[in-house]
């Protein structure tokens, strides 16, 4: 991968937002304000919906609530109990190709840069409890959604969550959508007032990259525009 995709300011085009979108996982400590956060999900919503419906609800984790929030996931993590589990499947039971090949490339380059040798538990432990320090950014992002919603709204819930991760491209913010959180609802609910009826879709990290970070050099590649698709005429 090249330059191209790394891109730490600010986005000057859809396209470049688009393209320097990454999973950054090594954030400074300055955090946007208030209002940058409320502007972003302000114009995030304007993400289609099925008939409209708005499907998301949003909760916004900083300062001492995040950091009671990260130290209770974290020892339910440490205790690996087992008794925690998501309430909807996000991944298949049985990974299969080409998805398999994808998913250990992306878990081996990670590891390659930050020296991770396989059979490493201890060192994989401590980097997947990252998730659950939301990699240190300064905000931590909750989407949930009604239970009784379908199939259509979850989809709708990844053009919203797709907006508010491009448009803090624009703003010079990144970015990383969490699916490791959900494991843990029984225990987030502890501490953001998420009603029975919700189902945590997903967590994310916000804030600003830090450039230094060797986690942050790593860049995902893509399979070529051949490989998905087939023109008809």
Not at 78 to 90: A, N
Not at 119 to 142: I, M, S, Y
């Amino acid at each position: 991968m090249t330059d191209q995709y790394v891109n730490y300011g600010v986005s000057d085009s859809v396209t470049d937002a688009v393209l320097t979108r990454r999973s950054i996982r090594a954030y400074l400590p300055q955090a946007p304000s208030d209002q940058a956060i409320r502007t972003l999900l302000q114009s995030a919503s304007r993400a289609p919906s099925g008939t409209n419906a708005q499907p998301w609800q949003v909760y916004v984790v900083t300062g001492q609530a995040k950091e009671k929030l990260c130290n209770s996931v974290c020892t339910a993590f440490d205790e690996q109990s087992g008794q925690h589990q998501e309430e909807v499947q996000y991944y298949p039971t049985k990974w299969f190709e080409p998805y398999l090949s994808r998913r250990r490339k992306i878990g081996w380059d990670l590891y390659g840069l930050l020296g991770i040798g396989k059979g490493d538990r201890e060192k994989t432990h401590a980097q997947h409890r990252r998730n659950f320090l939301f990699f240190d950014a300064p905000v931590g992002l909750f989407f949930t959604v009604h239970r009784d919603m379908n199939t259509g709204s979850w989809l709708d819930y990844g053009m919203f969550m797709q907006n508010i991760m491009l448009l803090a491209r624009e703003a010079g913010m990144h970015t990383c959508a969490q699916a490791a959180w959900p494991e843990y609802h029984k225990v987030i609910r502890e501490h953001v007032p998420m009603k029975s009826e919700e189902v945590l879709v997903s967590g994310m990290s916000l804030g600003y990259a830090d450039p230094d970070a060797v986690v942050n050099q790593l860049v995902s590649e893509r399979a070529g525009v051949d490989e998905f698709t087939q023109f008809i005429s």
